[in-house]
């Protein structure tokens, strides 16, 4: 793997070098302590002092709402061209969102229904991923393989170490963002990734939260949780879907189509919650998940259990906390879990 | 795509929004996490409530009444129609009719225009905020509770009284957390949380609610659990040489005393306590400002007015009975109005919500509408009001303007414009400038900050320096009232408890619909008011339904002494024996208007004796 110094003062000129042929994204300060993922404007300060987003990344790739496709007339009807819209640069990534967005990838490629629109902006996209050195509060990606750094799925990989950063190629993309300005680069010695593999071991010691994720998903897969357990959560769950909105894995969606006038109309997406009433309802009425309890239960075995490790290739939580951080009823990952193992002491 | 700071619409918890935009429409709405009500968590209405925007009911062009049926016009057509009868009407004829979704901007340019055109104002809002605002002025001598939920979150010992916090999910989200951390919570209520089952749930009838804050006032004084800090206020010793004689004090099969002593005892020795006030508290019962007026006096006996939250009221219900406090006299021609009697208004002019699905009986209030000569409505949607309305002027959403709001804390937010309203949609404020300036007013402030600068502004109980600080710094919330307890003990007026017919089999009570809170997006929500209004549905209790020998989804007819009516009877876990709960959204067109009572003294829900029986 390539190793690279760039000096943060030249990550803006790095980033402007993309604004032609990309739509760059950063981190930008909205108020207190909350950042979000917006256009990079040129000359913006690019800040490295936030924790994360609670907003998460993914909704650069699998939009909150958004139109699938147009059609124009209705005795013959047409699909229209698309838009086209230029590949997303995101800077600043967290390792938890990557690891986030792979997952979303493989979610909507498989079985052979490929969703080319997410699947195409994540391929087309460029994952600048910014290692952590100070953990949130409500973090624990370590439990998760989700962080504080990776080791596989991004282009660069940018670790900070005071007033510069190393950044490692990850991809061949990776090494052709490099090539746009490699004036901004010099070659990392063996010092640097010593100092990095430093940092990331005392990281390691800082993370407040642990979750009991390993026996959480024994328990889950192997349904040994009581139906009782499962109306307590469900007693404290307020349903406002917030987990789902804000983790980087989940991809509960609906969609409707819609007249814009008599001749044109739209193929719309957006975003929907499995905890919602409504998102298992039946055209009939019927509703197989008509209590919260077991809306509760079918989340938390797509999130956890082994059939879905099995079928994506890893759990469905990659413990950026923001679940913790959402959660009116205390039922983010990491609480949950620690539920699940008082309930089985 | 851009991002804006804003605070949720949804309920007076005042939760902070960022919403999301691209190409001028809204796509989602996110939490904040540094938000300090909020605190990165939204309810199902603050992740959604960007739904509201784009609803297909949304007007966006003026309409006027041509022929009985409503046209669209240009702006000055529909100012051109409103004109006359605003310009004819006689001094106080003209009655304006304020939501609590309202901002205080929009509020202070109706309190402007209003006196101008020496008009009457009132608010409709029947959340029980009001009642609260006016039993804390008169007993703690401030406006507001606690300033913030950490009193709950760090409580040992919780009451509540008549709080159904699933729809205040910031407070349940608190008491969530209280419990979590070991905390007790007993609920004094008429309706039972069966999944609540670390609860201590106390059954209070609602014919009741009047005499439980009576009792505790009793076995406080009794016990001497009164703190020294509260033997010596004022008004004190008075108080409890009221007690001395108890024959006045109802006995009550109930509500045994024994066990409200063992609650009062346990209460007083928590070194942690807190208190939460419902809604249904605030707003069912015999005389809804008394009861909570003595349910305030008995909780500062016990010294906890400090540990206070009130769980009520919509997204400005607070900025609403802040501003309006000094026309607390016109809220009786909305009363009239409710009970059918127009004989008072020439011109009503609604603002902001649709006061027929507010009302608890929309039966008598379309009636009422009927006989008022001209009916102006300023809102965003086609609401119920539109069949009634001369003029419609399409207003805007809290994503569309520049204004502030007030929370249940008292603390003052900002709404930040986001998108461009659509169409010919304005402030209500905009609109008003603009028959103002028809009718010869010309001082009219132009930004939402000169509002505060005006004789409405600088008279309203907010400090005008904190509401510039709002916005010039576009800084963060500021808490603005402070508020010092000025302790006034006050003796019941009158019965305690109402006398129930011997015939009587339960009681039917309204109460708020849970379609609000219990569904995804919007536009499920309205499918769902829909489908349930026009199903008029019963809530009943399984023991009576047994009993009756009916089953939930059959037909019953409710028959109380004025008439009745048929429902869709609907099996609800909650209710106890002997009630039954009418959501508010249900058409009650054929209940009495005897539900509706207490009228003086705000809103308040009086349970009526029924007999329940199968169709």
Redesign the interface.
């Known amino acids: 793997m390539d190793r690279l110094i760039l000096r943060k003062s030249d990550v803006q000129a790095f980033l402007e070098s993309f604004l032609a042929d990309y739509r760059v994204v950063a981190p930008r300060h909205i108020a207190g302590s909350d950042f979000v993922f917006d256009d990079y404007r040129p000359g913006q300060e690019v800040r490295f002092d936030f924790v994360n987003t609670l907003v998460p990344p993914k909704n650069l790739f699998f939009q909150a709402r958004e139109t699938l496709f147009q059609i124009s007339g209705t005795v013959h009807p047409t699909i229209l061209p698309k838009p086209s819209a230029k590949p997303l640069a995101v800077f600043g990534l967290r390792s938890c969102d990557a690891s986030g967005l792979a997952f979303l990838e493989r979610f909507f490629a498989q079985r052979g229904f490929e969703d080319d629109t997410v699947t195409a902006r994540i391929r087309s996209s460029l994952r600048m991923v910014l290692s952590c050195h100070t953990p949130g509060d409500n973090c624990f990606c370590v439990c998760c393989d989700g962080g504080p750094a990776l080791t596989s799925g991004f282009d660069l990989q940018l670790a900070d170490l005071g007033n510069r950063l190393l950044a490692e190629v990850g991809s061949e993309s990776g090494r052709a963002a490099v090539r746009r300005r490699p004036d901004l680069f010099s070659a990392a010695t063996d010092a640097d990734y010593s100092e990095k593999v430093r940092q990331l071991a005392a990281v390691d010691q800082t993370f407040n939260r642990r979750s009991y994720i390993s026996s959480g998903m024994k328990r889950i897969s192997l349904a040994r949780l009581t139906e009782e357990f499962w109306q307590d959560c469900a007693a404290d769950c307020r349903g406002c879907g917030g987990c789902c909105f804000v983790c980087p894995t989940c991809s509960c969606f609906s969609v409707t189509d819609k007249p814009d006038d008599e001749d044109h109309y739209r193929r719309e997406r957006w975003r929907d919650a499995c905890l919602y009433e409504g998102f298992t309802r039946e055209a009939s009425g019927h509703n197989p998940r008509a209590r919260k309890a077991e809306r509760l239960k079918r989340r938390f075995f797509h999130k956890l259990s082994y059939q879905y490790v099995e079928l994506m290739g890893r759990h469905g939580c990659v413990g950026c906390g923001r679940c913790v951080t959402t959660c009116m009823g205390k039922l983010g990952i990491p609480d949950f879990l620690a539920r699940v193992h008082d309930e089985c002491k | ?3 804006q ?1 804003t605070t949720c619409p949804g309920c007076a918890c005042g939760c ?1 929004v ?1 919403l ?1 935009e691209e190409r001028g429409v809204l ?2 709405a ?6 300090p009500v909020s ?6 209405r ?2 959604n409530s960007v739904d509201s925007w784009r609803h297909p009911d949304r007007l966006t062009t003026p309409l006027v009444r041509e022929d009985e049926s409503l046209l669209a016009v240009s702006a000055d057509e529909a100012l051109e129609r409103i004109f006359s009868p605003l310009k004819e009407a006689a001094p106080g004829s003209i009655c304006f009719a304020v939501a609590p979704s309202t901002s205080n901007e929009d509020i202070l340019a109706i309190l402007r225009l209003a006196h101008y055109l020496r008009a009457r104002v009132c608010g409709f809002d029947f959340s029980g905020v009001p009642t609260a605002r006016r039993a804390l002025t008169s007993v703690l001598g401030r406006h507001y509770c606690s300033s913030s939920l950490t009193v709950l979150q760090n409580a040992q010992l919780i009451w509540m009284f008549g709080a159904d916090v ?1 729809n205040y ?2 407070v ?2 608190a008491l ?2 209280a419990e ?1 951390n070991g905390a007790q919570v007993v609920s004094f209520d008429t309706f039972a949380e069966p ?3 670390r609860r201590v749930q106390v059954f209070v009838p609602p014919e009741e609610f009047g005499l439980l804050p009576v009792l505790l006032q009793k076995c406080a004084l009794e016990r001497g659990y009164i703190l020294p800090s509260v033997a010596s206020r004022p008004g004190f010793g008075r108080l409890a040489a009221q007690y001395q004689d108890r024959s006045w004090l109802p006995s009550s099969s109930i509500l045994r005393e024994q066990r409200i002593r063992e609650l009062v005892a346990s209460f007083s020795t928590s070194p942690d306590s807190a208190v939460i006030i419902g809604d249904r508290w605030l707003t069912t019962g015999l005389r809804a400002l008394e009861q909570t007026s003595q349910l305030l006096q008995a909780l500062a006996l016990l010294g906890v007015e400090d540990r206070l939250v009130i769980a009520a009221g919509e997204a400005n219900s607070w900025g609403l009975a802040d501003l309006l406090a000094p026309h607390e006299s016109d809220s009786r021609i909305l009363a009239g109005l409710l009970n059918g009697d127009t004989s008072d208004i020439a011109v009503l002019v609604t603002c902001g919500d649709d006061l027929l699905r507010s009302a608890p009986c929309p039966g008598n209030l379309e009636e009422a509408l009927g006989l008022v000569g001209t009916v102006i409505v300023l809102d965003r949607f086609r609401n119920g009001l539109i069949p009634f309305a001369d003029a419609v002027l399409p207003s805007v959403s809290f994503a569309e303007m520049d204004a502030t709001v007030t929370n249940t804390f008292g603390m003052l937010q900002r709404w930040r414009q986001a998108v461009t309203p659509p169409g010919e949609a304005r402030p209500e404020r905009a609109w008003l400038g603009l028959i103002a300036s028809r009718l010869g007013l010309k001082s009219w402030p132009g930004t939402p900050l000169e509002w505060w600068m005006t004789e409405e502004g600088a008279s309203s109980p907010y400090d005008g320096s904190g509401v510039r600080l709002l916005y010039e710094t576009n800084g ?1 919330a500021e808490w603005l009232l402070r508020e010092e307890t000025n302790l006034t003990l006050v003796r019941p007026s009158g019965s305690l408890t109402s006398r129930t017919p011997e015939d009587r089999s339960v009681q039917a009570i309204f109460t708020r619909h849970p379609a609000n809170w ?4 919007w536009s ?1 929500r309205n499918e769902i008011l829909r489908r349930e209004s026009a199903e008029q549905v019963l809530g009943v209790s399984q023991p009576d339904l047994d009993e009756k020998g009916i089953k939930s989804g059959g037909r019953v007819r409710l028959v109380t002494q004025e008439g009745s009516a048929v429902f869709v009877a609907r099996a609800d876990g909650r209710l106890p024996q002997g009630l039954v709960s009418l959501a508010e959204v249900t058409g009650s067109r054929e209940i009495p208007r005897s539900l509706l009572a207490g009228s003086e003294e705000g809103f308040s829900f009086q349970p009526v004796p029924c007999r329940l029986e199968k169709v």
Do not use: N
């Open positions: 795509m851009g991002f700071v902070g960022l999301e796509i989602a996110y939490p904040v996490s540094s938000h605190k990165g968590s939204l309810c199902i603050g992740w699933d999910p910031q349940a989200s969530t957390t979590s999944d609540k089952k963060r219990m569904t995804g997006a499920d």
